[in-house]
């Protein structure tokens, strides 16, 4: 075989990597243009003039609230039990082992609008108003399976034999915990809660089925997305959006990397 | 030695002499969680689906009943089941086509800083907003945006309107077109895809393509008979994504597309607006019942082993 890859393949995987990308730089052009009636190209020009409007709207800013605050309790939620989950999957071998990791799975590769018509058929059973915390509910289960996967990745490749090692010095199981299999997990557990927190951060389809009169930030742009009102302010939050769930991808690569766990594996 | 010392050290001697007990511990409360709030939801509405709609009042009679299953095969209803699983097809072949020279490149060729830009290339696109990628190509097909523009420009503005003078994938402009659809459908599922595939063709062992053109096979050769079988669990992993996501979503046949309506939708409209949940429901079944038939060829397959 050859070591070197043939031209075809080379432009092949070349376009393909730009049709993944060409379509996001795109947001960062309309951001700046001037036009506020339509999506012409190329723009008549660039302005700063949209940013200082969006800072200026309200609703933008309770809407990036609420998301913020959505995002990191679900986070909390998924860490914890998605912790939980993996400890007992890649630490005991147990009946109905594999019905775990397939109930985790479930609620990401089931479609998203299952999961969400079956909560909020289940809300209206059980004379649940819809609230911030249903809200929760919602993002919480599917961000589960995404700090799981970390978690379970990590524990596989942590030798139990730390663990035993550390029992037979006489340590309890809370110092070994602390002292021996915390410091282990950390990077893992922190990617897996970036990613989380990034999933819920973004997530519509769930959200409009378990929001009352909340809006979420995703929930804001899919009403701009229908009816259109302001659209530079559109092109703004967009972009800020994009900037926003870059940044705990990128940490969660990083801290990740060398460590063989695809942390994004299976969103 | 301290009171709570004491404490800790019994229940972790507990613990060592009945692991059972740790087990317990950590399964319990993810298995409450997803026990109660996500299966009981599930068959909350899996019983909705066996009530039926009132014709004259409007309202869920709750007895037990297939009529809303028969509803179902009612041509309009059958369609939109028909119309789903078409598109989910096309934008899983086409996802398939698209993903496998990158993720081949990334596995076999990509070293050291190339591969890190891979990695990344694949991720942010990956987890970059949903919502914000659908609207990326509400501006690139617009009437007035980039791609009528760029084929203007190149005066072939004839080709694309001889391509939308197509019945049922063209239309009036791409943005409301079959073919938007689901460009929109390949471009945001794409990276689901991708990842599968790549991990599955990084486990090809390098001797394996060696010794393939060792014994005189060309690359041609190669590819089809050695890298396309051992690609292909990946390639079912990833269809699972891209099946499973097309076929549930919402959003995009609304935002981008004809007027015709998807699964997603009608199961939207008939909670929503329509008031009948029970349809609703038993519309939400298919991709369920879909899905299932699904994984277990897929397990079949020894896809399961690649995700």
């Not at chain 1, 979420?216 to 967009?238: D, G, K, Y």
């Not at chain 2, 394996?208 to 050769?221: F, N, R, T, Y």
């Amino acid at each position: 075989m050859h070591s070197k890859a043939s031209l075809g393949l080379k432009i092949t995987a070349t376009c393909g990597l730009l049709f993944l990308h060409l379509p996001i730089l795109l947001i960062f052009v309309y951001a700046f243009t001037t036009e506020d009636k339509s999506y012409q190209w190329p723009p008549p020009g660039f302005t700063l003039e949209w940013f200082g409007v969006t800072w200026n709207r309200p609703d933008v800013w309770e809407a990036l609230g609420l998301s913020l605050r959505v995002a990191a309790i679900s986070t909390v939620i998924a860490m914890v039990l998605g912790t939980l989950c993996a400890a007992a999957v890649a630490r005991f071998k147990f009946f109905g082992r594999e019905t775990i990791s397939l109930l985790v799975i479930l609620p990401i590769a089931l479609p998203g609008i299952i999961t969400g018509i079956s909560l909020r058929s289940a809300f209206n059973i059980a004379d649940i108003p819809f609230s911030f915390w249903t809200i929760v509910l919602g993002h919480a289960t599917f961000c589960i399976v995404v700090v799981y996967n970390n978690a379970v990745a990590r524990f596989r490749r942590t030798s139990g034999s730390l663990v035993e090692a550390s029992m037979d010095l006489g340590a309890t199981y809370f110092q070994t915990l602390r002292f021996v299999i915390m410091p282990n997990i950390a990077t893992a557990l922190l990617a897996g809660g970036m990613l989380a927190f990034a999933l819920s951060f973004d997530e519509v389809i769930v959200t409009t089925f378990t929001a009352g009169q909340q809006q979420t930030l995703p929930i804001w742009m899919l009403e701009e997305l229908v009816r259109p009102r302001q659209r530079p302010v559109t092109n703004v939050v967009a972009l800020l959006v994009v900037l926003v769930t870059f940044i705990p991808i990128l940490a969660a690569y990083y801290l990740t990397r060398g460590t063989e766990t695809v942390a994004g594996q299976g969103k | 030695m301290s009171e709570t010392a004491t404490v800790s050290s019994r229940i972790s001697d507990s613990f060592w002499r009945r692991p059972t007990i740790l087990l317990l511990l950590l399964v319990t409360p993810p298995l409450l969680w997803l026990g109660i709030v996500y299966l009981g939801s599930l068959f909350a509405l899996l019983a909705q689906s066996f009530f039926s709609i009132d014709e004259f009042t409007g309202l869920v009679r709750y007895e037990f009943t297939l009529k809303t299953y028969a509803e179902l095969f009612r041509a309009s209803n059958f369609d939109i089941l028909v119309r789903t699983i078409v598109m989910a097809s096309a934008v899983t072949i086409a996802s398939a086509i698209i993903a496998f020279p990158i993720a081949y490149y990334a596995a076999r060729y990509a070293k050291g800083r190339w591969k890190a830009v891979f990695y990344l290339g694949i991720m942010l696109p990956l987890w970059s907003s949903y919502l914000v990628k659908v609207y990326s190509w509400k501006l690139i097909l617009a009437k007035e945006g980039i791609l009528n523009w760029l084929f203007e420009t190149l005066h072939l503005s004839w080709i694309l309107q001889a391509y939308l003078a197509i019945p049922v994938v063209g239309g009036n402009s791409l943005s409301v077109s079959w073919t938007g659809t689901f460009l929109v459908f390949v471009y945001v599922w794409l990276p689901f895809m991708i990842l599968p595939v790549q991990a599955a063709l990084e486990r090809v062992p390098p001797s394996m393509l060696e010794a393939s053109g060792d014994l005189g096979a060309s690359s041609s050769q190669t590819l089809r008979h050695v890298i396309l079988p051992l690609a292909l669990p990946g390639i079912i992993a990833g269809s699972i994504f891209t099946f499973s996501l097309t076929m549930g979503d919402y959003i995009i046949p609304q935002i981008v597309g004809t007027s015709a309506r998807m699964i997603g939708q009608a199961v939207y409209q008939f909670q929503g607006t329509a008031g009948n949940i029970p349809l609703a429901a038993a519309f939400a079944v298919v991709p369920i019942f879909v899905m299932g038939i699904y994984l277990t060829l897929a397990k079949r397959a020894g896809a399961f082993d690649a995700l």
